[in-house]
């Protein structure tokens, strides 16, 4: 805001007093207030990831084999080979590269254990509800929503423990669809989800938190007080000591396990999208020779050693977390 003042008018501030539009017109009438804005962007993160793996997969016309995706093939070891390549070891055999990047989040202590206090696993929930029967397009009165959600502070939640809400859209017939996608309620689950590596299941509080918890947060005009889901899972974040990405390369004199050639790209601490794509842009520059000076990375988010040793001198992951 400093460096462009002119951000601040692309967000508006709601209180309780405030009109045209309120926090009821918002349809968060219980909230201490909010920040509105209009224009920030949305994106369907299945669709982009698919639109990407398409356009990859065309450079493969003509019999050129640009690119390829080994799936369910994970990384279990690294090992740097005399001649300065390094091996990478899978279930299914291994293979050698020249430069390896690591876009491995909050797995990434588990191939270098020196990241441990440094990017640490957190299992987050989320929810797929079905919206009330009076929720459709064309009921004035409960109508779907037109805007996504962020809650800080709701209930017991701190700032790390933030919860959101975005709603699918209907099929052209209204018949199907519009599942409110709910995220969060990591204070009820044990230990706030931190150091948990296993996706496999769900944490049932959290899950049972925001079935209840969106009847209160939003106005939806439910008569059950809690909603049912379609679907819910868990996933894994990487949390970042110092809440920043960590982004380039693992050189030797960096003590982390690392070594020419080994790039990192990893410890978004939830909410990572805005940050992936251009800091794994940065990352591809950088493996392609660019020094970081010429690479479009904020310097908190380089890895070097004078970062290595300042946030070592902050709070661990946990503490943070509970301080909020």
């Known amino acids: 805001m400093k460096e462009d003042p002119s951000y601040s008018d692309l967000v508006s501030v709601i209180t309780p007093e405030s009109s045209n539009p309120s926090l009821a017109d918002l349809r968060i009438p219980t909230a201490a207030g909010a920040f ?42 690294l090992q740097k080979s005399s001649d300065g390549s390094w091996i990478v070891h899978t279930p299914r055999g291994m293979i050698a590269a020249k430069k390896v990047l690591l876009t491995t989040n909050a797995y990434t202590s588990h191939l270098l254990p020196e990241f441990s206090d440094l990017i640490v696993p957190v299992r987050g929930e989320m929810s797929s509800l079905i919206p009330p029967p009076t929720m459709k397009p064309g009921n004035d009165e409960n109508p779907p929503f037109e805007i996504s959600y962020g809650f800080i502070g709701n209930g017991r939640q701190n700032r790390h423990q933030d919860d959101y809400l975005i709603q699918r859209p209907y099929s052209k017939d ?57 679907y819910e899972w868990s996933g894994i974040m990487g949390y970042s000591r110092d809440d920043r990405p960590w982004v380039g390369e693992l050189t030797e004199e960096l003590g982390l396990g690392g070594g020419k050639g080994l790039f990192v790209c990893a410890g978004f601490t939830g909410h990572g999208m805005p940050n992936t794509c251009l800091s794994g ?18 310097e908190s988010y380089c890895l070097s050693k004078e ?18």
């Open 281 to 298: 842009k940065a990352a591809v520059d950088l493996m392609l020779g660019k020094k970081s000076e010429e690479v479009d990375l904020p």
């Open 36 to 77: 509105l804005q209009k224009h920030a962007a949305s994106v369907w993160p299945y669709k982009l990831v698919a639109w990407m793996l398409e356009r990859l997969l065309d450079t493969n016309e003509n019999g050129a084999l640009n690119f390829n995706l080994q799936t369910n093939t994970a990384v279990t070891h």
């Open 174 to 230: 209204n018949s199907t669809g519009g599942e409110l996608m709910f995220g969060g309620g990591r204070s009820y689950a044990a230990k706030a989800g931190l150091g948990v590596s296993d996706d496999s299941s769900i944490d049932e509080p959290s899950a049972e938190y925001l079935r209840r918890e969106i009847t209160v947060v939003v106005d939806i005009k439910s008569e059950e007080k809690e909603l049912k889901a379609s």
């Open 307 to 324: 970062r290595l040793v300042k946030a070592r001198v902050l709070d661990e992951v946990h503490i943070v977390d509970a301080k909020g």
